[in-house]
């Protein structure tokens, strides 16, 4: 298992299209992943868990990656937050 | 407002409804009844026998879910951008979301109940987390789940929705999305009739770009009107008559020729110079909201843009952090294609009737805190907006246009908010025009009584006359009770245009009109007269505001404003416009005359 800690820094927040990368982006991988906020934890490859995270721009969140290919998905994914999802800052 | 709410079965008596036509034309067939029924899902038991045929159509109801999306999405890609479309793709990827797809098995599974209450039972959950969000954009979000939910459960109800829709149907519905209308638009139906929604709402945005005849604000059509009556939809005078005699419908057939004759006449009229028979010029250019719409002004002969709004810009973005950059990008590429015509740029209009509120509620809106008044508390808008604006500058010639103003000093913290941010510019070497003039909406009374005031301040005007009407009147004409206190065509209006016009000329500043009324074809006599030579309105409605243009004489614009002027209430003011139009245009005077019943007498 590995856990990462990211900062959202597009200036959006992780709204419809930074969450469906990420959903889709997870989808590719075997391993289960899981971001918490707070004290809530959601499932990384439900679009609709992503969203009900409302993180807003400057939250910092908690990244889970667990399985075969953990690292792999966690380079993917931590790469679109620290790209801001291709979207302004 | 709905006049026989009777339901008698053997013959229905013809009656009128009235609304706001927002998208020209003439459409006459069955109505559609659309129905959006979230409200009431109930739940049931099903038998454990039943589960698999259950979990069957919700799969079913899944798949037809999906297909749809999709196909809303790539239109949606095609006529408003990646941003919109953006938002029906996550809809689709909700679909199979774990969170929904496996729980409502699961829930149907366990607890043996049908497949729509179990849908609604889920989403319904996730959308209370996302309405707790301390963000606006979170809490609209939440309807992301409530339209994933509706189209779910309007599938397993009827198998089938759009197929129900048919061809050469108008559809009647209490509201319609911007998804709906792309796909409706795809079935060929023939117009739509709603409920609610205002003239400036994504639905009729998206009607007047797909070209179907449209009218909302109906207030209750959908209940007085059945699946199957006949409809006539004149999208002209924004009425709808239902069950028309066959005498009306015969009149409404000649119509509908003469309509698309004249539509066929408009793409001669379109390269032809906006004129009157004397030699006068007058400017017609175009209101706008999407860089999508841009094609329009070629295809309806608009020189230039009297009116952005940018609020569409910043409600698609999502949420009021819109940055520079991207701003930037979307208002060059309006500059460039509006080039060498102007673009006129009005700043961020928030408050009043503008569906953007930053977590803010008020007893009474439209006397609070909107337009400029927002924008001078809030830099952090304002910054980085003017300064994509000036940036854009380099492409093309621009025109910055300040909504709500009623104090000088208003204009001149603005001016000096210009200048910071011309000076952070010319710091960092970026390139703009140094005399980007800045303009006021007239839009109040006391700005309007006093214009002379205002010409040291602003570079330009530019009359609403929606928001100046209903100020002048007090009439929230989005109010039922009153709403038919409102009318444009108030002498004391017409009388604060022409003050306007008067004062703006003598002190050499240009001025023009942007509201509703510049775009009806039956008031452009009067404004020229009242003295505007530059009127700008949605694109679909300048060929006809052209052909009046150019079949009139100054002179004779002049003194029927005086005579409006003269008359004693708007009532009479419109009898006056249908007059001069039958006289002066007698075509378009047969399709727009106000009571279908005296179009009969004339013929």
Same mark, same amino acid.
């Given at each position: 298992m590995i856990t990462r800690e990211v900062t959202v820094t597009n200036q959006a927040g992780l709204h419809t299209r930074p969450a469906s990368m990420i959903v889709r982006t997870a989808s590719k991988f075997q391993s289960d992943f899981y971001i918490q906020k707070d004290d809530y934890e959601i499932n990384g490859k439900s679009i609709i868990g992503v969203m009900t995270l409302a993180a807003e721009q400057g939250s910092s969140l908690i990244l889970v990656f667990d399985g075969t290919d953990e690292e792999a998905a966690a380079t993917a994914i931590c790469g679109l937050f620290e790209q801001g999802f291709g979207e302004a800052r | 407002m709905n006049v026989s709410p009777e339901h008698t079965h053997e013959r229905k008596p013809e009656h009128v409804v009235q609304g706001i036509g927002v998208s020209p034309g003439i459409a006459i067939g069955p109505a559609f009844l659309f129905e959006r029924d979230h409200h009431d899902i109930e739940r049931y038991e099903i038998n454990p026998g039943e589960v698999d045929g259950e979990i069957n159509r919700f799969e079913s109801a899944v798949q037809k879910s999906e297909r749809d999306l999709n196909k809303i999405a790539s239109i949606a890609r095609e006529k408003l951008g990646e941003a919109s479309a953006a938002i029906f793709e996550a809809q689709a990827l909700m679909l199979r979301d774990h969170a929904l797809y496996d729980s409502v098995v699961e829930k149907i599974g366990k607890e043996h109940c049908n497949a729509a209450y179990a849908v609604a039972s889920v989403l319904n959950q996730h959308r209370q987390n996302m309405l707790a969000s301390d963000s606006e954009y979170f809490r609209e979000r939440a309807n992301d789940l409530l339209d994933v939910q509706e189209r779910i459960v309007r599938h397993l109800r009827r198998g089938k929705i759009l197929s129900a829709v048919d061809h050469d149907s108008i559809v009647v519905a209490e509201t319609l999305t911007a998804a709906d209308i792309i796909l409706f638009s795809r079935r060929n139906i023939l117009g739509c009739a709603l409920d609610y929604s205002g003239s400036t709402s994504h639905v009729s945005i998206m009607a007047r770009a797909l070209n179907v005849p449209a009218i909302v604000g109906t207030h209750g059509i959908s209940q007085s009107v059945e699946s199957g009556d006949q409809l006539i939809l004149d999208g002209l005078h924004g009425r709808v008559i239902v069950n028309p005699t066959p005498e009306t419908l015969k009149r409404y057939r000649r119509r509908l020729d003469r309509f698309q004759h004249l539509v066929s006449e408009h793409k001669q009229i379109v390269p032809l110079p906006a004129e009157t028979r004397d030699g006068h010029r007058i400017t017609l250019r175009a209101n706008l909201e999407f860089a999508e719409e841009l094609p329009l002004l070629k295809e309806y002969g608009a020189q230039g843009i009297g009116l952005f709004r940018t609020e569409i810009l910043f409600l698609m973005q999502g949420r009021l952090a819109f940055s520079e950059e991207d701003q930037l990008k979307t208002y060059r590429r309006i500059v460039e294609n509006v080039a060498p015509e102007t673009t006129t740029f009005r700043v961020l209009d928030l408050g009043g009737d503008k569906m953007l509120p930053l977590g803010h509620r008020e007893q009474n809106p439209f006397l609070g805190w909107r337009g400029i008044r927002v924008l001078l508390d809030k830099p952090e808008i304002l910054f980085p907006q003017v300064r994509a604006i000036l940036r854009a500058s380099t492409f093309g010639p621009i025109r910055i246009l300040l909504p709500?103003?009623?104090?000088i000093w208003e204009v001149e913290r603005f001016r000096e908010a210009l200048d910071q941010a011309k000076a952070e510019l010319r710091e960092e070497g970026q390139p703009f025009d140094e005399d980007v003039p800045v303009g006021i909406m007239v839009e109040v009374p006391s700005v309007a009584l006093m214009i002379q005031r205002f010409a040291a301040a602003a570079d330009f005007f530019s009359l609403g006359s929606n928001d100046l009407t209903q100020y002048t009147l007090a009439v929230d004409r989005g109010n039922d009770l009153v709403?038919? $206190?409102? @009318?444009? $065509? @108030?002498p004391s209006v017409l009388l604060l245009i022409k003050q306007t016009a008067e004062t703006a000329e003598r002190h050499g500043l240009p001025v023009g009109i942007c509201g509703e009324m510049a775009g009806s074809p039956r008031a452009a006599p009067l404004l020229v007269g009242l003295g505007l030579r530059d009127l700008s309105a949605s694109p679909v409605f300048l060929p006809e505001v052209k052909r009046v243009i150019r079949s009139m004489k100054l002179d004779d614009a002049v003194c029927l404003a005086d005579q409006a002027l003269a008359a004693p209430d708007a009532r009479a003011v419109g009898q006056l416009l249908d007059e001069w139009l039958r006289e002066h245009a007698p075509d378009l005077a047969l399709l727009l005359s106000g009571d279908p019943g005296t179009e009969e007498n004339k013929q």
């Open positions: - | 709500m103003v009623t104090q709403a038919h $206190l409102y @009318d444009e $065509l @108030d």
